[in-house]
């Protein structure tokens, strides 16, 4: 069964400060892998999205990683700012014969204080 | 970039009310659209996946007399909720693709989400 893992579920930190989300996943075959951030009552906004053959992504302030062999991604969020205050949601792609398959992990809240 | 737009963005109704929720691709032609519904503090579960001019796809355990879904045109899919009952409230999120199948590098583009409140 294909699942994606998240980890912290809840993170605060000081505006300022840098952070790491987790994201785990045993999806197959693996097509791609993506963050999401979703603000409080609003759809999720693309941040990246990583193909096998890529390790590293960059996107402002928001650095995401992939490992395909050990299937691990992180997102990492530099010099933190009020507004990065949401729930950031990784999102992996399989790819078969009927089309694409999203698996959503469970997101990560944080909580950016002053 | 690419727009999808959803339309209410908030409803509260009585129970036993139908309740139609359109999403439309603003600047593109969505030949897929998903919907999704998220609890609080949940993530996306996906409930159905329509293509234009054809039938939806829904995921096991979601009722597709319950839930409506209408694709019929490229900008346009709506999702009717019938009958709608005070566990039926929720966020409803739907998203669009440029392309169906096999394009699975093609970004998921979604709306701003409906919440969804049945008294």
């Known amino acids: 069964k294909n699942q994606v893992e998240q980890s912290p579920q809840s993170l605060i930190i000081l505006e300022g400060k840098n952070c790491t989300l987790q994201?785990?996943?045993?999806?197959?075959?693996?097509?791609?892998l993506r963050w999401y951030k979703q603000d409080t009552g609003r759809g999720p906004v693309s941040l990246t999205i990583?193909?096998?053959?890529?390790n590293t992504k960059s996107n402002g302030r928001y650095t995401a990683t992939l490992d395909a062999d050990t299937k691990q991604s992180s997102l990492h969020i530099t010099a933190s700012q009020l507004s990065d205050s949401a729930s950031y949601i990784c999102?992996?792609?399989?790819?078969?014969?009927?089309?694409?398959?999203?698996?959503f992990g469970g997101g990560t809240r944080l909580m950016v204080k002053p | 970039g690419a727009v999808v737009s959803q339309h209410p963005s908030r409803v509260i109704c009585k129970s036993g009310t139908s309740v139609k929720i359109e999403c439309r691709s603003l600047d593109f032609q969505a030949t897929t659209m998903f919907w999704y519904r998220q609890f609080p503090k949940k993530s996306l579960m996906l409930m159905a996946t329509?293509?234009?001019?054809?039938?939806?796809?829904?995921e096991q355990g979601v009722e597709k007399d319950k839930f409506l879904i209408n694709h019929a045109s490229l900008t346009l899919s709506t999702l009717t909720v019938t009958s709608a009952h005070p566990e039926d409230s929720s966020f409803y999120i739907c998203?669009?693709?440029?392309?169906?199948?096999?394009?699975?590098?093609?970004?998921?583009?979604f709306g701003d989400g409906t919440r969804l409140s049945i008294l």
């Open positions: 998203s669009a693709t440029e392309h169906t199948g096999t394009y699975s590098n093609q970004p998921q583009h």
């Open positions: 990583m193909t096998f053959s890529e």
């Open positions: 329509s293509n234009e001019g054809s039938k939806a796809t829904y």
């Open positions: 999102v992996v792609s399989a790819s078969n014969n009927a089309g694409n398959m999203l698996t």
């Open positions: 994201c785990n996943y045993t999806v197959s075959p693996f097509s791609n």
